[in-house]
Every structure is written in C-alpha cells, then in structure tokens.
C-alpha cells in the first residue's frame, strides 16, 4: 500500500516573509535647489528665502524626496537644511542625493521601524521574488534585524532556498 503524499512545506514552521507584501509602494521624486539659485549658482539668503516661501511644498506629499543641486555650485549646508525643513513635514522622508540614495535610505529607515516580533525564535524565510524591485539595502537590513530575533533566516521559498544566518 502507498503512503500518502505529505506536503512537508504546509506542515513546516517556517514562517514566510514577503517583503513585498511589507514594503509600501513609494512615488521617489527629486528636488533641484538649483532653482532657486541666482543664474542655478549663486545662493544669495533673502531671494532663496523668499523663493522658498513662494514654493508649494504639498506637492511632495507622502513622497520620498531626493533633495539636490544639478549645478556644480558650492552651498552651505544651511542651505540644503532650510529646504528640507519645508519638505520634511509633508513627505515621507528627505534624502540629500540622488533617487537611488533617497530609496536606499527610506528602505533603510522603513526597516528600522518594522515590528520583527512575531518572528520571535522562529524559522523565517524571506520571499526571494516578486513583481517589484525591493532595494537590496532593504534585504541586508531585514537580514541584520531578524539575527536579533529569529532562530533562523533563509531566503527564497520553501522549496528551494538558501541559508543566510541560523543562530548557535
């Protein structure tokens, strides 16, 4: 007589992790201090105050914002830091780079933030594909938490995966 087929993956703790599932969806948009630059060079302090208060910043609402200078001018950084003060309260987070920067440190500090409890002496397998393109700084992150927490991290799906940290 056969025996019956045992899906060992259903009846294995590991706990699967999507970070995609986890990981909002976020618009990255850039900001070029530039523009309120005389000539895109030349910071003089009461016109890029002033420019400053003409600009509507509700536009970068809920965004992650990479906060830059397109030109080769030299800015205090006083400067960088009055317009990130703007920003700051309406987006989700404002990064001085470029877009990638900008997503690397939100990943980062999203990361940061998440709540790793229920992971808490388990087997967590962090899913290895999907639609979107989650940055890896994202993955390092989460690896570096979940050591703190899980009995083991894996990485790809249960069928197949690879062995990242397993605690001693």
């Not at 976020?26 to 003409?54: N, P, T």
């Amino acid at each position: 007589m056969e025996e019956p087929i045992v899906n060992r993956v259903a009846k294995s703790p590991l706990i699967n992790l999507d970070l995609e599932a986890l990981f909002p969806e976020v618009e990255v948009v850039d900001l070029d201090i530039s523009q309120w630059l005389e000539a895109g060079f030349i910071l003089k302090e009461k016109e890029f105050r002033a420019h400053l208060q003409e600009t509507d910043f509700s536009i970068f609402q809920d965004k992650v914002v990479a906060l830059h200078c397109s030109t080769d001018a030299i800015l205090p950084g006083w400067a960088f830091m009055l317009v990130a003060s703007l920003v700051n309260p309406v987006a989700k987070t404002v990064v001085l780079g470029d877009r990638t920067t900008a997503m690397t440190t939100y990943a980062q500090q999203f990361m940061e933030q998440l709540d790793l409890s229920e992971f808490q002496d388990k087997p967590v397998i962090v899913k290895g594909c999907g639609d979107r393109d989650i940055p890896e700084q994202a993955l390092i992150a989460l690896s570096n938490r979940l050591q703190g927490v899980a009995k083991s991290v894996l990485f790809g799906e249960a069928c197949s995966s690879v062995p990242i940290y397993k605690r001693r």
